[in-house]
């Protein structure tokens, strides 16, 4: 009954490699988002997706390329894997009321990605 | 662009002492919110604590409380009573008002805390 998860949770390998992250939520939220979280733990979005449409995307290289099959799930995809894109990668959900109440984000468990 | 700040890199407090998180942050707009959230070692992220910034009385639950002063823009978080379990990063967070598109959160940089026995 995890509200947010994602798979893999550790993620190892080597430079130059293409990979996925998946995330999915069953709180029927509308509303997911992509966070980034480097070695010194700074936190910083990525992308945000509301009913399978993209909102929020900050500056993140074109290797990157999140995924929406539908509300529930985004995916991250990651082409041509770099030593920098080592990190831990945060999928979180909310559900978004235009212009009233501001609903928590739920955070998944995150994904270790090490790039060899 | 919004930035949050967070001055101490690492705290500690005896058990079931007092202790208090700084964190300011710097943003134009008027409607905003201000959250907290607690990473222990399993890396999950937890919400701690929010401000509506249109409220003035600050925000509590149970142990903790925030000290959230609009002009200074500081929003500081007190946790009395300290437990092992509060051993944690704790993160200050922000977004702007409930606008459609403003969902993101813009986090401070972190503060370890540490609970000594």
């Known amino acids: 009954d995890t509200a947010v998860s994602q798979t893999p949770k550790y993620l190892v390998t080597q430079m130059g490699n293409d990979k996925s992250i998946k995330c999915e939520q069953n709180l029927g939220h509308d509303t997911m988002y992509w966070y980034k979280q480097d070695s010194k733990k700074f936190l910083k979005i990525m992308f945000s997706?509301?009913?399978?449409?993209?909102?929020i995307n900050e500056t993140v290289p074109n290797r990157f390329s999140p995924k929406s099959p539908d509300k529930a799930h985004l995916n991250l995809h990651i082409n041509s894997l770099e030593l920098g894109d080592s990190a831990v990668y945060f999928c979180a959900s909310s559900q978004v009321e235009r212009g009233g109440r501001v609903n928590e984000q739920f955070f998944g468990p995150g994904t270790r990605l090490t790039v060899l | 662009a919004q930035t949050v700040t967070q001055s101490q890199p690492e705290m500690s407090v005896q058990e079931a002492e007092t202790v208090t998180l700084s964190c300011t942050y710097d943003t134009s707009e008027s409607d905003y919110y201000l959250f907290w959230y607690k990473q222990p070692p399993s890396r999950q992220m937890i919400l701690v604590i929010r401000q509506e910034a249109y409220k003035q009385q600050n925000a509590t639950e149970n142990r903790f409380s925030v000290n959230f002063q609009k002009a200074a823009k500081s929003f500081s978080l007190k946790i009395s009573d300290s437990q092992l379990g509060d051993a944690a990063m704790y993160f200050c967070a922000y977004r702007e008002g409930p606008n459609f598109g403003n969902e993101k959160l813009t986090f401070g940089t972190g503060t370890r805390l540490t609970i000594i026995p």
């Open positions: 997706y509301n009913n399978k449409e993209l909102i």
